[in-house]
């Protein structure tokens, strides 16, 4: 565990709570050379109504993981996520684990484990380094 992983967990749960999801608000922040150059939280894409689930409780299809919206983000700011690390609140699911490898991430510190590990599994299979902290 490196000195600021829990601080920077901290934050990420911080900005989880921006978000308008009511089932699970997911926190997710890239940092790189000890520099915060992404954040996002789970959400609807953007010009979207800021509602995430239907009227059953179930949530809609379009919602984007946080993890998704930090790598999209700093995708359009031009900035580089190769060799980040990635801090997020809840383990990533397979799909983003594939946008995580993708983008060169090659770190991934996560406080909540998620029931299925299909993406933590292939972050691990595919070299990056995984690590939980409560």
């Not at 967990?9 to 608000?25: D, F, G, H, T």
């Not at 700011?77 to 699911?93: F, Q």
Request: aromatic share 8%; hydrophobic share 35%; net charge neutral.
């Amino acid at each position: 565990m490196q000195k600021f992983d829990c601080s920077y967990l901290e934050m990420a749960a911080v900005w989880a709570r921006n978000s308008y999801c009511k089932r699970r608000q997911v926190g997710a922040l890239i940092v790189k050379d000890k520099m915060i150059i992404s954040d996002g939280y789970n959400g609807t894409p953007s010009g979207f109504e800021n509602i995430c689930e239907d009227e059953n409780g179930v949530t809609k299809p379009y919602v984007l993981h946080a993890e998704a919206n930090a790598i999209s983000k700093v995708a359009k700011s031009g900035n580089s996520s190769l060799g980040a690390t990635l801090y997020v609140t809840a383990s990533p699911c397979l799909e983003c684990a594939k946008l995580i490898i993708q983008a060169g991430i090659k770190r991934v510190v996560y406080r909540d484990e998620y029931r299925i590990t299909d993406g933590i599994d292939l972050l691990k299979r595919a070299g990056v380094e995984v690590e939980q902290i409560d």
